[in-house]
Every structure is written in C-alpha cells, then in structure tokens.
C-alpha cells in the first residue's frame, strides 16, 4: 500500500483534526437508543429512536415519530445493522455545518431490498439534487438501471448510475467522493462500489460546480417522501477527502461491517 | 413486539394523526402519517405507516381513550378510533390496520402499491 498502513484502522482517525461530519455505528449497542431522547438502551429486535454520532462532533441522529424508526437487527453472520422497512423509517441529524469545505467522503454499507422503480435513498441531506452543496446515495434510484446512483449539487446536478447485476437483494460498500468546487466532473462526482471507483454508468449527468456544501441536516433513509428499503450496517460522512491509506482504511473497516470482501 | 402497518385514506391523516398522538409515546407521534404515497386500485390515496409496538397496543387503540399529558384533539382522535379496522384491506372510509413483520406482505394484504415516481420531483433526474 505504499507505505500507507491499512490494518489496523479505526474510523475515528478520519476525524482526529475535528473534521466536520458524521459517523454512525450500529454494530455498538452503546451508541444506540430505543427512544428519541436517549433513555431506553438499544436491544435487538426493538426501534431505534436515537443513534450517537462517534465522530465526536455530536451529529446525533433520531427519530421522534415512534412508529418510523429503524429495527435493530442482527444478521445470520452475527453482523449488527439497522433495518428499514421502506415505508417511513428514517433518522434525521442535527444541522451540521459543511459550508467550510468543498470536499466529501461518504461511505456506507447496505443491503439494498429495493429494486426498480423506486426511489430508496441511503443517505442525503436536503431534498433536491440541483441545490448547490447536496450530496446523496441512492440504493436504488427511480428506475432498474439505476441500480445504485450518487448525487452532488452543483447548481445543477451531478448524478451517477451504475447498472448491470446489481439487483435486489444486493449488498455493497457504496462510496462517494466530492470535490464540488472542481470543474473537472469527475472531480465533482466520484462513485464507487465496493472500494472500486465506477466508470461505466447507466446515467450520467455532468452538472455545474459550486463552492462548498451545505449547512443541513443528514437524513438517513428519507428522501421527502421516499424511503429506504434495507440494512445500513455502517455509516460515514466526512468533509474533506481522504489521503494516503484513509479511503482503503475506512472501506474496509465498513466492508468488514456489512460482511462484504473487498 | 409486533409490527403493525396501516392504511389512512387521504381524507383522515389529521384525525389519524390525533389519534396517534393520544396512543402514541410521545406529542411527536401526530407526525405518524405523512404524505399519501400510496394508492389502491381505484386510485384512492393513503399515507401508510409501519412500525414496532407492544402487544398490549391493540387493546389500547380500541379501547376508550384518555387524554395524555401532553394534549390532544380528542373528538379527531375519536372520529379516528371509530375508522380502525384492523385485519381488512384499505379502503376509503376505514383506517386499516394488518399485523405481520413483512411490510411487502402488509401492503400486498391492504392492497396498496406507491404512487409512481414524479419524475421531475426530488433526486429523481
């Protein structure tokens, strides 16, 4: 790896200089909480109502609403994730600041359930793709060759598909990097699966750049009014891009998460 | 706990949503049912609900409501509870309600499929 060490790694090294963004842990009961304000430990099989944000910024995610919150759900493998049911589950963050930075790494482990026709965003943080600094994944998007897809907004939007053996039930690491200020689209949009960076897409928008994301909230599962169906095994968001060894570091460490071998 | 899904029609979300918060954990579940994305074979709409309560929640839900501490509009919350119908498929004049883990099932039972995507709406593209 070129000098670079992958293992050990642990994800909050991506936050040691008081990064701004988010990492959410299901695999850590501790971090979890069946109600919303944080009284009640998590247990599996019960709702989530409130998971903690470990990336030391206090970017906790909740669900007010009782009946729309996430499962927690241990798979056969013995692996710990969050289940979605499609139908309104969601955790929405906090305002967390991201209009000082112009870089973006998301990545996020899933079991997508959810194959054609239907909307199932992982992750976004407002409800409109052409807003300047929105950035999401999708797993799936609106139609079956859109398989996965990725999103940053520019002014006008950059978005991504991948198609092509990837259908329902389907399980990934599913990573975005960002520089939206770049000119260079490729720069601004970056997808990749399961720690290879895509290039063959099914829809290919090259939007504008702008200068920085956003000031907004990140919502897990819920776009307006569509919702995931699936698993998030492991979540991060963090707003600047990685260097040396961390993007292979905090792949794996969500590969060996979801159960997927990179 | 067991996993309950729910149908309201279009024209009851608010009261429904009363009724949520007077059975509900807390002020926050009158958000229980929000946009109506979906719809039957007549192309009647409903906001559909899921989620995981106790086994005590039906004897709750059917029985004679009291007012929680934190308030509500208890003639819409009872206009509701008069509406439940648990175990039928949605129709436009009852809020159905079908027990079972798999919402797919849920939904294939209340006979509800989603209101096709607007393209020009959200991420879509």
Redesign the interface.
Request: charged share 15%; proline share 6%; glycine share 10%.
């Given at each position: 790896m070129s000098g670079y060490q992958v293992w050990p790694f642990h994800p909050s090294i991506l936050f040691s200089s008081g990064e701004q963004g988010v990492w959410y842990d299901p695999s850590d009961l501790s971090s979890m909480f069946q109600?919303?304000a944080g009284t009640i430990p998590a247990a599996y099989?019960?709702?989530v109502g409130l998971i903690l944000d470990k990336s030391g910024n206090g970017n906790h995610a909740s669900q007010?609403?009782?009946?729309?919150?996430p499962?927690l759900m241990q798979d056969v493998d013995g692996r710990i994730y969050l289940s979605f049911?499609?139908?309104?589950?969601a955790l929405t963050s906090g305002i967390v600041d991201l209009s000082s930075t112009d870089e973006m790494l998301v990545i996020a482990g899933v079991h997508k359930l959810n194959s054609v026709?239907?909307?199932s965003?992982v992750i976004?943080n407002v409800?409109?793709?052409s807003i300047p600094g929105?950035f999401?994944l999708?797993a799936p998007?609106?139609s079956g060759n859109r398989q996965y897809a990725w999103?940053v907004g520019g002014g006008s939007?950059n978005?991504r598909a991948v198609d092509g053996g990837l259908a329902a039930p389907h399980t990934a690491v599913q990573s975005l990097l960002s520089k939206i200020s770049s000119a260079d689209p490729d720069a601004r949009i970056t997808p990749r699966l399961n720690g290879i960076t895509q290039t063959a897409f099914s829809?290919n928008?090259k939007g504008s750049a702008t200068s920085a994301f956003r000031v907004d909230t990140i919502r897990i599962g819920v776009?307006?009014?569509?919702y995931f169906?699936g698993r998030i095994y492991s979540l991060i968001v963090r707003g600047k891009l990685p260097a040396g060894g961390e993007l292979a570091g905090a792949e794996h460490h969500v590969a060996q998460k979801t159960g997927v071998t990179l | 706990?067991i996993r309950?899904?729910?149908a309201c029609p279009a024209a009851h979300i608010p009261d429904a949503n009363q009724l949520?918060r007077v059975i509900?954990?807390?002020p926050?579940?009158d958000?229980?049912y929000?946009?109506p994305?979906f719809q039957d074979e007549g192309g009647n709409l409903y906001a559909?609900?899921?989620?995981?309560?106790e086994p005590s929640f039906i004897t709750t839900a059917t029985s004679p409501l009291v007012e929680p501490e934190w308030g509500a509009d208890m003639d819409a919350a009872q206009r509701a509870q008069a509406l439940a119908a648990l175990g039928e498929p949605a129709a436009p004049d009852h809020i159905a309600a079908v027990v079972g883990d798999d919402?797919n099932e849920a939904?294939a039972f209340l006979g509800l499929m989603?209101v096709?995507?607007d393209?020009s709406?959200?991420?879509?593209?």
């Amino acid at each position: 790896m070129s000098g670079y060490q992958v293992w050990p790694f642990h994800p909050s090294i991506l936050f040691s200089s008081g990064e701004q963004g988010v990492w959410y842990d299901p695999s850590d009961l501790s971090s979890m909480f069946q109600d919303a304000a944080g009284t009640i430990p998590a247990a599996y099989g019960q709702p989530v109502g409130l998971i903690l944000d470990k990336s030391g910024n206090g970017n906790h995610a909740s669900q007010a609403t009782s009946t729309a919150r996430p499962t927690l759900m241990q798979d056969v493998d013995g692996r710990i994730y969050l289940s979605f049911d499609g139908v309104d589950d969601a955790l929405t963050s906090g305002i967390v600041d991201l209009s000082s930075t112009d870089e973006m790494l998301v990545i996020a482990g899933v079991h997508k359930l959810n194959s054609v026709g239907v909307i199932s965003p992982v992750i976004v943080n407002v409800a409109s793709g052409s807003i300047p600094g929105a950035f999401a994944l999708y797993a799936p998007n609106s139609s079956g060759n859109r398989q996965y897809a990725w999103s940053v907004g520019g002014g006008s939007q950059n978005f991504r598909a991948v198609d092509g053996g990837l259908a329902a039930p389907h399980t990934a690491v599913q990573s975005l990097l960002s520089k939206i200020s770049s000119a260079d689209p490729d720069a601004r949009i970056t997808p990749r699966l399961n720690g290879i960076t895509q290039t063959a897409f099914s829809t290919n928008l090259k939007g504008s750049a702008t200068s920085a994301f956003r000031v907004d909230t990140i919502r897990i599962g819920v776009q307006g009014t569509y919702y995931f169906k699936g698993r998030i095994y492991s979540l991060i968001v963090r707003g600047k891009l990685p260097a040396g060894g961390e993007l292979a570091g905090a792949e794996h460490h969500v590969a060996q998460k979801t159960g997927v071998t990179l | 706990m067991i996993r309950i899904t729910f149908a309201c029609p279009a024209a009851h979300i608010p009261d429904a949503n009363q009724l949520a918060r007077v059975i509900g954990l807390s002020p926050d579940d009158d958000q229980t049912y929000g946009e109506p994305r979906f719809q039957d074979e007549g192309g009647n709409l409903y906001a559909v609900a899921s989620g995981l309560v106790e086994p005590s929640f039906i004897t709750t839900a059917t029985s004679p409501l009291v007012e929680p501490e934190w308030g509500a509009d208890m003639d819409a919350a009872q206009r509701a509870q008069a509406l439940a119908a648990l175990g039928e498929p949605a129709a436009p004049d009852h809020i159905a309600a079908v027990v079972g883990d798999d919402v797919n099932e849920a939904l294939a039972f209340l006979g509800l499929m989603p209101v096709p995507d607007d393209p020009s709406g959200g991420q879509s593209v």
